[in-house]
């Protein structure tokens, strides 16, 4: 019987991951790969398939098994991956709970430290993987992903309920579609080292309209961003996440290596006034591991409630 590997969220991850599944597997005796598209992408897939513009493929097309436009069709899946954003995470779940075996298994590629346990909070049987995902792809238009840099990285661990399961096989099945895998017994150490970037420098240039080569190097910028990543370093401390001793250092050592006028997506979203965007993925993350741990975290909630008023203004 064929394994189904089933891709929810066709975006810059979902897109790039879900194209090289498609590509390999679509011609398979053994997996089939569904993609779940809605509107304008699903007409466009379904007539010309998926447009991958990468370096890493001469050939740009790559059409799945099968399509579908809603999530009430979701077929039963091996493997699931949600490619969604945050904002979008809690409604997914509540449809496909239904969906979910025992033994199906979830892999969420998106940023966030805290997606296991939203999945989790909905979503109790299934095995769930915490992942780390780098890739740096976006949506150029309707159903063509374009891709630039290093290959795109899936670094996963084991589900913590379920320690006695081994991702070998998944791990093998998406190395073999050509897909960076990294398996680590534990990998929220990964998952909380991109979130000190993600969300330290995310917040400060949502706040400022500042690049992050502006907040690497501005002084008052950089203390705000500072400021952020202690309490997050806090909030790791006291969840028993070991991290490295330099972390805060690394952090702005990474963010020296992106172009100087390189913004980020939450400054985007706030600057174009998007209503829905990862303010909450990433300020109020914080702010609740905060009162979880009672611990404050004053940096945070002042640059929340600033670039709430900030949108509110725009």
Not at 38 to 59: A, D, M, W
Not at 158 to 173: A, C, M, R, W, Y
Not at 182 to 203: M, R
Not at 275 to 304: C, D, M, R, W
Request: charged residues 25%; hydrophobic residues 40%; neutral net charge.
């Amino acid at each position: 019987m064929k394994k189904s590997i089933t891709v929810i969220g066709l975006g810059g991850v979902g897109g790039y991951f879900g194209f090289k599944l498609a590509q390999t597997y679509s011609v398979s005796l053994d997996i089939a790969i569904t993609f779940v598209a809605r509107n304008e992408t699903y007409e466009i897939i379904k007539n010309n398939g998926l447009t991958l513009l990468s370096p890493e493929h001469s050939n740009s097309k790559a059409y799945p098994n099968y399509l579908i436009d809603n999530l009430n069709d979701l077929p039963v899946s091996d493997l699931l991956l949600i490619c969604v954003k945050e904002y979008d995470l809690e409604a997914v779940c509540l449809t496909i709970k239904e969906k979910i075996k025992n033994d199906t298994i979830i892999l969420p590629l998106m940023n966030g430290a805290d997606i296991y346990e939203r999945i989790r909070g909905i979503i109790p049987n299934g095995i769930v993987l915490p992942a780390c995902v780098y890739v740096a792809s976006h949506i150029k238009e309707k159903a063509c992903i374009e891709h630039k840099g290093k290959a795109g990285k899936i670094i996963l661990g084991k589900d913590p309920l379920h320690q006695q399961f081994s991702p070998d096989e998944i791990v093998s099945t998406l190395k073999n579609a050509g897909i960076d895998m990294e398996f680590k017994e534990n990998s929220l150490p990964e998952i909380w080292t991109k979130f000190f970037f993600i969300a330290s420098f995310g917040l400060v240039t949502a706040r400022y309209n500042k690049s992050i080569g502006q907040v690497n190097e501005e002084d008052n910028l950089k203390m705000e961003a500072l400021a952020i990543m202690a309490e997050i370093k806090k909030i790791t401390n006291l969840k028993g996440i070991k991290l490295s001793d330099t972390i805060i250092a690394d952090t702005f050592e990474k963010a020296a290596t992106f172009p100087y006028h390189t913004p980020t997506s939450l400054q985007l979203d706030v600057q174009s006034k998007k209503s829905q965007n990862e303010l909450e993925l990433f300020a109020v993350t914080i702010i609740k591991y905060g009162k979880e741990l009672k611990l404050k975290v004053p940096a945070t909630i002042k640059i929340y409630e600033e670039i709430k008023q900030l949108n509110t203004v725009l």
